[in-house]
């Protein structure tokens, strides 16, 4: 049977025809969705970790049980797994491991577009680099041959273009594997240990190599042989877009041990060498370590482009070496509407921001934001937060930013906005060491009882597992107490005069306090305990005889929920309110009423 699936959709179907019985993810665009679809086979055991490090070492204990096991994340993913995964190369495994990382060329939802090749090459393990959905699957099923052969993870790198893009695979059957042997060698990387790891490690890499070199997975296709093209991934279809015959390709899809016996037997028989990647010169640098000439980054440099950021496309290969600009219908400017990200109407978010917005412009504060949804706090109209690092940072530098401030005598607030699934996945830890350290700054944790802006998946707090089946939630009050925190407020971020009340009288304190701002996000499907004890407004209405068309309730919300009439110079809500009444609470004329309150 023929399908059409997304580079993600193909990775459940690749573990699940593998046999895979284990998979663990944390989500983050573009690897969101992978776990997802992974959670439809019943014969997997799935489940949302509280971050990547937690699931790589899931998916390692389940390998180390002799089963084939998952872990997925996003591009940054890795650099919080890293510890597991650099540390898992030296003594090894007993079942079949992989990891699927995928990688963001083009910043659409990261702070970082890191080419995660490097890692491949760092910790000396296998990578496999797929084009298309189909080599998705295809290369599960043999990465995991190779991890439980040579007893090592091996990494599926994806791009954003392939975990989104369809094109068509064949359904097989799933093949049941038998779990592999346990073995009582103990795997446990102490110094004395160390040489005869090493030693396995470096026979594992040679054996690895001669696999490489002879994978279905790199290939040469010759037509002429005036230009020869080295390309991975997505750019290896652009390059046969744009060259077609005029050039040959040696295709690169078994990517770490780079293949250079083939490499080098390419480049005899080719005039012109070309390297085609994305993102770093990963390829082109380990042709230049071999003394191979090679034409790569700067020939778009010459270009005018910036070669080590962002997508790859057509248009910018036939520009590059043709010198051809391609025709596009220009679009017509007037109607062309700027749509700048922003909070969905009925965001509790949006009450927090509005506060404390109002407080950074009262008070002398330093607002440290995080990861998610709450970034938008740092843009218009609240412009309410000052710099973001990453998941979890906020909380230690408020911590950081507090001491120093506390040291120079500064009566100067440090304030940490973090979300409550961010919280779980790595502000717990920033907590128990600003508490430890008796520090004093103002956190604030966001708690709209999901994980929003990676689509909505479940959390220690949200009240249910994976598979929908609901359980009772983490409550964010008990794990800050158990720290020793006295200072603990929870509020309904809804309500501007009670969210206003406790950060006023946190900021005006010199002691560390907790606020939490509760309400479930709108989109959010709520938990039968979670419809008794949330009550949400039953309509907004404007009274157009009030409204003055002052637009304060759009300077200070930015709701899309709400539209100004230029015509009768009034503002309107439309069909996406959904009534949280903020807009009502800030109205100066009395305007907007909210009705069921």
């Known amino acids: ?15 699940y025809e593998a046999g895979a019985t284990f998979a663990s993810a944390y989500p983050g665009t573009p690897s969101s969705e992978i776990l997802k679809e992974v959670g439809e086979y019943s014969e997997i055991y799935s ?63 990261s702070q970082d577009e890191q080419d995660n090749r490097i890692f491949a090459e760092f910790s000396n393990m296998p990578m496999f680099e797929p084009s298309d959905s189909g080599e998705v699957i295809d290369m599960i099923k043999d990465a995991y041959e190779i991890s439980e052969k040579q007893k090592t993870l091996v990494t599926i790198r994806m791009t954003g273009r392939i975990c989104h893009s369809k094109t068509p ?55 002429s042989k005036d230009i020869g093209i080295i390309s991975s991934g997505v750019p290896y279809y652009y390059a046969k877009e744009v060259f077609g015959n005029k050039a040959s390709y040696l295709k690169i899809g ?12 390419f480049a005899r028989n080719v005039g012109k060498l070309i390297v085609i990647e994305e993102l770093a010169p990963y390829i ?45 219908i220009q679009a017509k400017r007037e109607f062309i509407v700027p749509r700048p990200p922003a909070l ?33 706090g740092a843009i218009p109209p609240f412009n309410a937060v000052d710099n973001v690092v990453c998941m979890g940072a906020s909380l230690s530098m408020a911590h950081g930013s507090q001491v ?77 107490a158990s720290f020793g925190i006295k200072n603990i407020t929870i509020v309904n971020p809804m309500n501007l005069t009670e969210s206003e009340e406790a950060l006023t009288k946190a900021v005006e304190s010199d002691e560390l306090h907790v606020i939490i701002f509760r309400y479930p996000c709108v989109m959010k499907k709520l938990t039968k305990q979670e419809s008794i004890e949330f009550k949400k407004p039953a309509s907004v209405t404007i009274d157009s005889k009030k409204c003055t068309g002052c637009k304060v309730c759009l300077k200070t919300t930015g709701c899309p929920g ?11 809500t439309n069909s996406a309110c959904v009534s949280c009444g903020i807009c009502a609470q800030v109205c100066p004329a009395k305007a907007i009423e909210r009705a069921g309150v």
């Open 562 to 572: 709400l539209e100004y009439d230029k015509e009768n110079k009034k503002v309107n």
């Open 47 to 109: 489940e949302w970790a509280t971050n990547e490090k937690v699931s790589l070492e899931a998916a390692i204990g389940s390998a180390q049980a002799g089963m084939r096991s998952m872990a997925a994340m996003k591009v940054v993913g890795l650099n919080v797994a890293a510890d597991p995964f650099m540390s898992i190369s030296l003594p090894g495994i007993d079942g079949g491991l992989i990891l699927v990382v995928c990688d963001e060329p083009g910043y659409y939802s």
């Open 254 to 265: 078994f990517s770490y041990p780079m293949p250079m016996e083939m490499i080098k037997e």
């Open 404 to 480: 120093s401030f506390n040291r120079r005598g500064i009566k100067k607030r440090s304030i940490g906005v973090i979300g409550d699934s961010t919280f779980y996945h790595t502000g717990v830890n920033s907590l128990m060491n600003t508490a430890y350290n008796k520090g004093t700054p103002v956190v604030c944790i966001l708690d709209n009882k999901t994980t929003a802006m990676t689509g909505h998946q479940e959390n220690p707090g949200s009240g249910r597992l994976l598979a929908g089946s609901e359980v009772e939630p983490s409550k964010l009050e008990d794990v800050c």
């Open 284 to 328: 082109e640098n380990h042709l230049k370590n071999e003394g191979i000439e090679c034409i790569g980054k700067d020939a778009f440099v010459k270009a005018g482009f910036n070669p080590y950021t962002g997508e790859y496309s057509v248009p910018m290969l036939k520009k590059t070496f043709f010198n051809e600009d391609s025709k596009y």
């Open 344 to 376: 969905c109407a009925g965001c509790p978010h949006r009450g927090t921001f509005y506060v404390l917005s109002k407080i950074r412009k009262k008070y002398d504060v330093i607002v440290h934001g995080d990861i998610g949804c709450y970034g938008l």
């Open 169 to 223: 695979v064949t359904f097989k059957e799933r093949v049941e594997k038998e779990p592999e042997n346990i073995s009582k060698e103990p795997k446990v990387p102490l110094p004395a240990a160390m040489v005869g790891m090493l030693a396995r490690v470096n026979k594992r890499t040679k054996e690895l190599t001669e696999l490489s070199n002879a994978s279905k997975y790199n290939y040469i296709e010759y037509n």
């Open 1 to 15: 049977m023929k399908k059409f699936l997304t580079g993600n959709e193909a990775v459940a179907r690749g573990v």
